[in-house]
T-cell receptor, first 116, second 110 residues
Framework: EAGVAQSPRYKIIEKRQSVAFWCNPISGHATLYWYQQILGQGPKLLIQFQNNGVVDDSQLPKDRFSAERLKGVDSTLKIQPAKLEDSAVYLC??????????????FGSGTRLTVV | AQSVTQLDSHVSVSEGTPVLLRCNYSSSYSPSLFWYVQHPNKGLQLLLKYTSAATLVKGINGFEAEFKKSETSFHLTKPSAHMSDAAEYFCVVSEDKLVFGAGTILRVKS
């Protein structure tokens, strides 16, 4: 099966600019996650979708970050305006509904964002 | 709330010697536990998982982990390190979502 697709692979922007990342999960996976991985740290959950609804966005900095999954398939994560501390790898993952606890997720390769 | 502590940020071993990466967890319930590996500039790959079946779990590439409830530990081991094992390893606990530890960087010396 095809894996989780993410684009772009790399992005460099200046602070205060905006940026968007795209994720296409594995076909049939109802649950989609966005994680932020800062250099030297483990991934941190930003937002979890079940189909097109938000399950958990408690760690999403909502003053600058937004995410959507309008049709319950693809998702976009946006940062506006970006700050230097947003430099990180943004990982998308997906899982079948209700199976993450037993089977984990499948992760995409991530988007490496550098804010200068 | 669930959490994970990886006790070593860096581990260095010689090729052919055993590997031990330590992980302690905290969970209100009987959690699922995972180990993921991340090679440089690559995505996260699932090594193995514990989901309340056998306490000794075997994964890919010769890795295994033992779930010890009394010690709230889930240490990752491999009998003989290979150069290709050099990577960052994450211990993960899951009740309803995956929570990652800070990671352990494994260095393998020739």
């Amino acid at each position: 099966e095809a894996g989780v697709a993410q684009s772009p692979r790399y992005k460099i922007i200046e602070k205060r600019q905006s940026v968007a990342f795209w994720c296409n999960p594995i076909s049939g996976h109802a649950t989609l996650y966005w994680y932020q991985q800062i250099l030297g740290q483990g991934p941190k959950l930003l937002i979890q979708f079940q189909n097109n609804g938000v399950v958990d966005d408690s760690q999403l900095p909502k003053d600058r970050f937004s995410a959507e999954r309008l049709k319950g398939v693809d998702s976009t994560l946006k940062i506006q305006p970006a700050k230097l501390e947003d430099s990180a790898v943004y990982l998308c993952a997906s899982s079948l509904a209700g199976t993450a606890a037993n089977y984990g997720y499948t992760f995409g390769s991530g988007t490496r964002l550098t804010v200068v | 709330a669930q959490s994970v502590t990886q006790l070593d940020s860096h581990v260095s071993v010689s090729e052919g010697t055993p590997v031990l990466l330590r992980c302690n967890y905290s969970s209100s319930y009987s959690p699922s536990l995972f180990w993921y590996v991340q090679h440089p500039n690559k995505g996260l790959q699932l090594l193995l998982k514990y989901t309340s079946a056998a306490t000794l779990v075997k994964g890919i590439n010769g890795f295994e982990a033992e779930f010890k409830k009394s010690e709230t530990s889930f240490h990752l081991t491999k009998p003989s390190a290979h150069m290709s094992d050099a990577a960052e390893y994450f211990c993960v606990v899951s009740e309803d979502k995956l929570v990652f530890g800070a990671g352990t960087i494994l260095r393998v010396k020739s």
